[in-house]
């Protein structure tokens, strides 16, 4: 995917803060997301951890707005309470590797050569690893819980980030009004920090963005399987394990969950891409 | 949509359109054509099973496995077995306690022939019960106290045992007896284990087959003890959700499913293609505690997290009633059980209890394995009952081979351990001396060490009036529940479910739970 | 001639990243051994080995030897393909990779097949009808496709598809009585070396349902890539010359338009190959299907450490092949990615 440098001196137009209805409604949706994440729990009853068996399995009703699930807890509350675990911890995956993948293409694009070479090499052996395996891998060694989850996902986030941010800096390098600066005798520094970073930034907050949805839906994948979350977490992909037997008999635990995944990956995607056209609307038509 | 075609695009459009078809006339072809046996059984002389769990082995060392249990209980023959709770020959027509109760006489069998077609004599016997001992693991722990086998001649031998065992003829329904020309050919440098992981070494009614997808057993022409109306073949496929296992048994892609869900199995109590049978055998869930080390180590603590399970909750939330709450260490089907009254859910008692030992706000820890979702639901369920009365309970998943292996040493066995127990064969005896005596290392689950248990389970030993050994094991499980080693919670039966046309009947067993694939018979002839 | 020079000397290069990618890897495995809590040679002889046999492990690990040694011993165990042996099926771990492999690419083999039989003809269509209603439902579509948790639909499908309307099979790799002797591990391969059509059918039937499951999210991926990269083809002007001369659209899309705009197609389906070796595990559980996954799941699930770290090796070993097998094809099929490859920096 090619990416189109806008030189620093653009940045003053791209704020413009007239949106289109599309726009508006996935911003609210995000916003309703992570206010539900940051603030739901603190609204959910104490029930939501109580297993009340008598009442397991019920269809949703007045009291229960999505049912009840197998161990008689309301859905809808632990869809709230479960939210918190999966956009804080994918918010956390998704920080941490940016940061790394950040700090190492910084180190690759102002460094001489070999530690470039040195560091896409090491970016190559980080891509043959699928993520999905690596936390396998952890989950064997340290046993399955979310700390190993996280730490697997992290390590295999950063080397995408670090190759993309790495030719966006190299890219901006090449551009003339760093020669220029550097014969003005700005310190390569001050030029990194002042001015090829913020300019990648942008870059960042864009694959940030977009990322935070495939990481919800791998974080929820690797507690479907039992290497993440572990029971009774509301994690959504927890949730969805421990429903999965009853698909036919009580499709709520299953949809709700789901649809919950779905959403948020969607939103956060649809987040990113918005960002994205706005940096560069030549790209509109993706 | 797309315009007309000109003429380099018709030749595309033709090439693509044969393709179509060329396509469409295999799948025709593909349907139409019936089915290729590459069996030599056909589908309705075939039972097909559905069981979850991994079948990791068919080593008769591993029979402490229940599905390797399962199938290799077709595969091989044992010396005793068990009709209903009652001790009958199988390979050995006669059987015989020395005085002192240290060696056993035995007459096998004439006529019996291996799969390969040697003959199974008392050196096959002696060599199978060496090789456990050598090992070491698996269900030589039943064999405690084999010395040696003196073999006489090829139907008749001594097993010598160190110590006084009433326990190990019982225990022979358990030792699958391998031929050791094969075994001992096959051996490699672990005694044949990796060998038998696949391959057949029995003399039973079935035969090992194919096992590329799902592990087949043919039936067995030269048995010496053929019954009319066997399947020709038994397929056992390992479908670990419940859901998907009883979807296949409603598609007719399974003909027997074993432990369904009691939920699944509630759902299909009014189809008449089905029939649903709960196995009542010796099942009982239990939280076994670590006597020895942690806060368990309490004998309050353990006996007010007896009063805090939702017992009649969990029966009829997850169990669906199938079952009855539990009242004494020991499943129900057994014999010589005292009459204990069941432990009622108390979490005011329980409160008070745990505030006078001192642990009002204690962490407690315990684990289960999440592969058995009702043991999942389980725990989460006494989380939740803890939780009401300010006590965290931290849930750690553990494999099976992984718990037994941390029942070597008591500071490793789990402060909690959640379970279904089952009596290997239906002795009291087993349980009690397998369980609780302080010298069994590796199966004495609670870490529990009492000098009076240990007397009295010894007295039993070498008794050899029935009688009196059963009161002793009475004596001993009223002690056990007084000390509270564990919260006895229900015992369970399961539901197995099958086809109706397929077989004729399920019949529970007690030594191969839910049922010996031996025993199935073709529902039509 | 100097284009064969450069050849080579690209292949060379690229032979030698995945030497160094491979290494990297194995100190990787090697590292995470090393990190494992517990007695080594205890987790390798099994969860209940006595004393004696922990021993004879430890030995023949060479557990004694300071780490260095060890780390070149494994690297020289691994080169002889011994990837450890597995404490639940007691066999070398390499061996039991070999028998489920063929199924788990069985797997991904269908599900890249489906991925671009669906994903290339609805992007260039909706390419070609850019702005029309099918171009908007279809981008909805892998919209909200790709959002779904894989697993998710295999268990509604699995359902709705399997269990109620029984349109195709709710899990297995052969129905009863189907299956063809077993000579690769895959079931349709199998079928079609043992020339059984009716086998060869039903293996299509099972897999058919989890490789469009596991396609789903990676053909939202191709769409998108496929129609941006068409509509810049679009705008071209050679094209508007092929239209000039008088050509169909579809001659003009299929002949021309596409083959220029597969290139950044297929440097994302050889990504996506990796990825789905990955994500199949997913899939192989829902299904109850054997593979790669399927086992390196029962090997967590059953603390077969070594089994799990063999496999991880494996698996990591396959996606830089497969990494490295796409490069050089891609090297073939585009002339541009040559100079870009010899000339340029950035990648």
Not at chain 2, 328 to 348: I, S, T, Y
Not at chain 3, 169 to 197: K, R, W
């Given at each position: 995917m090619s990416q189109v440098i806008t030189a620093p001196v653009a940045a003053a137009s791209r704020r413009k803060f007239n949106f289109s209805a599309f726009e508006y409604f996935v911003l609210t949706l995000v916003v309703l997301l992570l206010a539900i994440a940051i603030f739901g729990?603190?609204?959910?009853?104490?029930?939501?951890?109580?297993?009340?068996?008598?009442?397991?399995?019920?269809?949703?009703?007045?009291?229960?707005?999505?049912g009840t699930d197998d161990q008689g807890r309301d859905v809808f509350w632990r869809l709230i309470v479960g939210a918190r675990t999966t956009l804080l911890s994918s918010f956390l995956v998704v920080t941490l590797y940016s940061l790394i993948g950040v700090a190492l293409a910084?180190?690759?694009?102002?460094?001489?050569?070999?530690?470039?070479?040195?560091?896409?090499?090491?970016?190559?052996?980080?891509?043959?690893?699928?993520?999905?395996?690596?936390?396998?891998?952890?989950?064997?060694?340290?046993?399955?819980?979310?700390?190993?989850?996280?730490?697997?996902?992290?390590?295999?986030?950063?080397?995408?980030?670090?190759?993309?941010?790495?030719?966006?800096?190299?890219?901006?390098?090449?551009?003339?009004?760093?020669?220029?600066?550097?014969?003005?005798?700005?310190?390569?520094?001050?030029?990194?920090?002042?001015?090829?970073?913020?300019?990648?930034?942008?870059?960042?907050?864009?694959?940030?963005?977009?990322?935070?949805?495939?990481?919800?839906?791998?974080?929820?994948?690797?507690?479907?399987?039992?290497?993440?979350?572990?029971p009774p977490s509301a994690e959504w992909g927890a949730t969805i394990a421990s429903a999965r037997g009853y698909v036919s008999s009580a499709w709520w635990t299953v949809v709700a969950p789901g649809a919950a995944v779905a959403i948020t990956s969607i939103a956060f995607g649809l987040l990113g891409d918005m960002i994205q056209i706005r940096r560069n609307p030549s790209l509109r038509e993706n | 949509?797309?315009?007309?075609?000109?003429?380099?695009?018709?030749?595309?459009?033709?090439?693509?359109?044969?393709?179509?078809?060329?396509?469409?006339?295999?799948?025709?072809?593909?349907?139409?054509?019936?089915?290729?046996?590459?069996?030599?059984?056909?589908?309705?002389?075939?039972?097909?099973?559905?069981?979850?769990?991994?079948?990791?082995?068919?080593?008769?060392?591993?029979?402490?496995?229940?599905?390797?249990?399962?199938i290799i209980s077709a595969v091989y023959d044992t010396l005793v077995t068990y009709d209903e709770a009652k001790m009958v020959g199988s390979l050995a027509t006669e059987y015989a306690y020395s005085a002192d109760a240290k060696s056993i006489t035995v007459t096998l069998?004439?006529?019996?022939?291996?799969?390969?077609?040697?003959?199974?004599?008392?050196?096959?016997v002696a060599y199978t019960l060496d090789r456990l001992k050598r090992i070491g693991t698996g269900v030589a722990s039943l064999i405690d106290g084999y010395d040696s086998t003196t073999?006489?001649?090829?139907?008749?031998?001594?097993?010598?045992?160190?110590?006084?065992?009433?326990?190990?003829?019982?225990?022979?329904?358990?030792?699958?007896?391998?031929?050791?020309?094969?075994?001992?050919?096959?051996?490699?440098?672990?005694?044949?284990?990796?060998?038998?992981?696949?391959?057949?070494?029995?003399s039973g009614p079935y035969v090992l087959g194919d096992q590329s997808q799902a592990v087949v057993i043919d039936l067995f022409p030269g048995y010496w003890a053929p019954e009319a109306g066997r399947p020709e073949s038994i397929v056992f496929r390992r479908i670990d959700e419940s859901a998907t296992r009883r979807d296949e048994l409603l598609a007719g892609n399974v003909d027997v499913a074993f432990g369904l869900a009691d939920r699944d199995a509630a759902g299909m109590a009014t189809n008449p293609a089905v029939k649903v049978v709960p196995i009542n055998t010796s099942y009982q869930a239990d939280i076994i505690f670590n006597t020895n080390s942690g806060p368990t180590a309490d004998p309050k603590i353990r006996k007010a997290l007896r009063m805090v399970y939702d017992y009649a909750g969990g029966l009829r939330g997850i169990r669906g009633s199938n079952g009855k709450v539990a009242n004494?260490?020991?499943?129900?089907?057994?014999?010589?059980?005292?009459?204990?009254?069941?432990?009622?859910?108390?979490?005011?008692a329980a409160k008070a209890l745990l505030k006078e030992a001192g642990a009002s706000s204690a962490k407690l820890k315990m684990s289960f394995q999440p592969v058995f979702e009702l043991q999942k639901q389980e725990a989460t369920l006494f989380q939740s009952n803890l939780r009401e009365i300010g006590i965290e309970l931290e849930l750690e998943p553990i494999a099976f081979p992984n718990y037994l292996a941390s029942l070597k040493d008591k500071k490793t066995?789990?402060?909690?351990?959640?379970?279904?127990?089952?009596?290997?064969?239906?002795?009291?005896?087993?349980?009690?001396?397998?369980?609780?005596?302080?010298?069994?290392?590796?199966?004495?689950?609670?870490?529990?060490?009492?000098?009076?248990?240990?007397?009295?389970?010894?007295?039993a030993l070498a008794t050899g009036d029935e009688k009196k050994r059963c009161d002793l094991y009475s004596q001993v499980q009223t002690i056990l529940d007084k000390d509270s080693v564990m919260i006895d919670m229900y015992g369970v039966y399961k539901p197995a479910v099958y086809r109706v046309g397929t077989i004729a009947e399920l019949k529970a067993s007690m030594l191969a739970t839910p049922a010996e694939p031996a025993d199935f018979r073709l529902a039509k002839k | 001639m100097p284009a064969f020079r450069a050849y080579a000397w690209f292949l060379a290069r690229r032979l030698g990243l995945a030497l160094l990618t491979l290494w990297g890897l194995a100190t990787l495995v090697f590292l995470m051994i090393k990190l494992l809590p517990g007695d080594e040679a205890q987790m390798a002889a099994g969860a209940d080995a006595s004393a004696a046999q922990i021993e004879a492990v430890r030995q023949r690990l060479g557990l004694d030897a300071p780490v260095i040694v060890q780390y070149v011993r494994f690297l020289g165990r691994l080169l002889h393909g011994d990837l450890g042996t597995s404490n639940v099926t007691l066999q070398p771990v390499l061996a039991d990779l070999e028998k489920v492999l063929p199924s788990t690419l069985e797997l991904v083999f269908f599900a890249m097949f489906f991925n671009l039989l669906i994903a290339i003809p609805i992007g260039v269509i909706a390419a070609y009808r850019r702005g029309g209603v099918f171009d908007g439902a279809s981008r909805i579509g892998a919209v909200v496709?790709?959002?779904?948790?894989?697993?998710?639909?295999?268990?509604?499908?699995?359902?709705?598809?399997?269990?109620?309307?029984?349109?195709?099979?709710?899990?297995?790799?052969?129905?009863?009585?189907?299956?063809?002797?077993?000579?690769?591990?895959?079931?349709?391969?199998?079928?079609?070396?043992?020339?059984?059509?009716?086998?060869?059918?039903?293996?299509?039937?099972?897999?058919?349902?989890?490789?469009?499951?596991?396609?789903?999210?990676?053909?939202?991926?191709?769409?998108?890539?496929?129609?941006?990269?068409?509509?810049?083809?679009?705008?071209?002007?050679f094209i508007i010359a092929v239209r000039a001369k008088g050509a169909t659209a579809r001659h003009m899309l299929v002949r021309h338009a596409l083959p220029n705009s597969l290139n950044p197609v297929l440097t994302l389906a050889g990504t996506q190959a990796g990825a789905m070796i990955g994500s199949a595990v997913l899939v192989e559980t829902v299904f109850a299907r054997k593979g790669i996954g399927a086992y390196m799941f029962n090997g967590v699930a059953q603390k077969d450490t070594f089994a799990v770290l063999g496999s991880v090796m494996f698996i990591g070993t396959a996606v830089c092949l497969v990494n490295l097998i796409v490069d050089i094809l891609q090297l073939f099929v585009d002339p541009r990615i040559r100079s870009a490859q010899f000339g340029g920096r950035t990648q």
């Open positions: 729990p603190l609204f959910a009853p104490a029930s939501v951890f109580k297993s009340d068996i008598g009442n397991s399995l019920m269809p949703p009703n007045a009291a229960n707005w999505l910084t180190i690759a694009a102002a460094g001489p050569r070999w530690l470039d070479e040195a560091l896409m090499r090491l970016t190559d052996i980080g891509l043959a690893l699928p993520g999905m395996i690596v936390a396998l891998g952890f989950a064997a060694a340290m046993g399955p819980s979310l700390q190993s989850a996280i730490i697997a996902m992290a390590i295999t986030g950063w080397p995408i980030t670090a190759r993309l941010l790495r030719g966006i800096m190299r890219q901006t390098i090449e551009l003339p009004f760093v020669a220029g600066a550097q014969v003005l005798g700005v310190s390569k520094w001050r030029l990194m920090t002042k001015h090829i970073l913020p300019n990648s930034l942008d870059v960042l907050v864009v694959k940030w963005a977009g990322d935070i949805g495939t990481t919800v839906l791998v974080l929820a994948s690797l507690s479907f399987i039992g290497v993440g979350a572990q | 949509m797309l315009q007309s075609l000109s003429g380099i695009s018709a030749v595309m459009l033709r090439r693509r359109r044969l393709m179509g078809a060329a396509c469409a006339a295999v799948l025709a072809l593909g349907m139409g054509l019936p089915a290729t046996d590459t069996f030599a059984a056909s589908r309705d002389k075939t039972i097909i099973v559905g069981l979850g769990g991994a079948i990791n082995t068919l080593d008769p060392l591993r029979a402490d496995y229940n599905q390797t249990n399962t069998r004439d006529g019996v022939k291996f799969h390969d077609g040697k003959s199974l004599t008392a050196k096959d073999v006489k001649d090829d139907t008749h031998f001594t097993i010598n045992l160190s110590k006084s065992n009433t326990l190990f003829l019982p225990s022979l329904s358990k030792i699958y007896i391998v031929n050791s020309a094969l075994v001992e050919a096959n051996k490699g440098a672990d005694e044949g284990q990796a060998w038998l992981q696949g391959h057949d070494a029995g004494g260490p020991l499943p129900a089907r057994l014999d010589c059980r005292p009459n204990l009254p069941p432990v009622k859910q108390d979490l005011e066995i789990p402060q909690m351990m959640l379970l279904e127990d089952f009596a290997q064969f239906p002795d009291a005896g087993v349980m009690l001396v397998k369980g609780y005596k302080s010298d069994a290392i590796g199966t004495n689950r609670a870490g529990y060490s009492n000098p009076e248990v240990d007397k009295l389970l010894d007295e | 496709l790709g959002g779904m948790p894989a697993f998710w639909l295999a268990l509604v499908l699995q359902y709705v598809l399997g269990s109620l309307w029984r349109v195709v099979p709710i899990s297995g790799q052969n129905s009863f009585g189907n299956a063809a002797p077993v000579m690769s591990g895959a079931p349709t391969l199998d079928a079609l070396l043992a020339g059984n059509a009716a086998s060869f059918v039903d293996g299509m039937y099972h897999v058919l349902l989890p490789a469009l499951v596991l396609a789903a999210l990676f053909s939202t991926q191709i769409f998108r890539t496929l129609r941006a990269a068409l509509l810049g083809v679009l705008r071209s002007d």
